[in-house]
């Protein structure tokens, strides 16, 4: 009988799976296998938890802006409603000032009118002194002695 290539090749075969069952080579591969079945699990696990806590981070920044928006809008609003009080508040301030100055304004006007009325009276007053005085002059001047005389008269008629 003569041996042929195709025999050899399969005692080699036999001979190698059996080598490779004797060193327990499956088992090897199985143990690296179910290794890195763990690591991959854990690194899923891990993966699974980071997510989870992304999402949560995500949320709390969700929640956060919300309250910052929401404040902000409150701050404006405060600062609206204070703008507005102050507004309120300078206009009524100016209306103060306004009555107060235009009373001053109107006291002012009123003192110098009757000032000028005053001294438009005095004036009044001496024009008609000097002009009692020059028709005085002027009509003793005339008659001087014709009323001296009527006055003389008339105060001893009176006495009597």
Do not use: C, H
């Amino acid at each position: 009988m003569e041996l042929d290539a195709e025999f050899w090749a399969i005692v080699a075969l036999v001979i190698f799976v059996g080598v490779m069952l004797y060193i327990r080579v499956p088992r090897l591969i199985n143990n690296l296998l179910d290794d890195r079945i763990k690591k991959i699990a854990t690194d899923l696990d891990e993966a699974s938890r980071l997510r989870a806590e992304a999402k949560a981070l995500l949320d709390s920044y969700a929640n956060k802006r919300s309250e910052a928006e929401a404040e902000a809008a409150n701050i404006v609003t405060a600062a609206r409603e204070e703008a507005d009080r102050m507004a309120k508040e300078a206009a009524t301030a100016l209306e103060g000032l306004i009555v107060r100055r235009t009373k001053a304004v109107e006291d002012k006007i009123a003192q110098a009118e009757q000032q000028a009325i005053a001294e438009v009276r005095g004036r009044s007053a001496d024009v008609a002194v000097e002009a009692a005085r020059v028709l005085l002059n002027k009509q003793m001047a005339e008659r001087g002695e014709a009323l001296v005389s009527q006055a003389i008269k008339d105060v001893a008629a009176k006495l009597n």
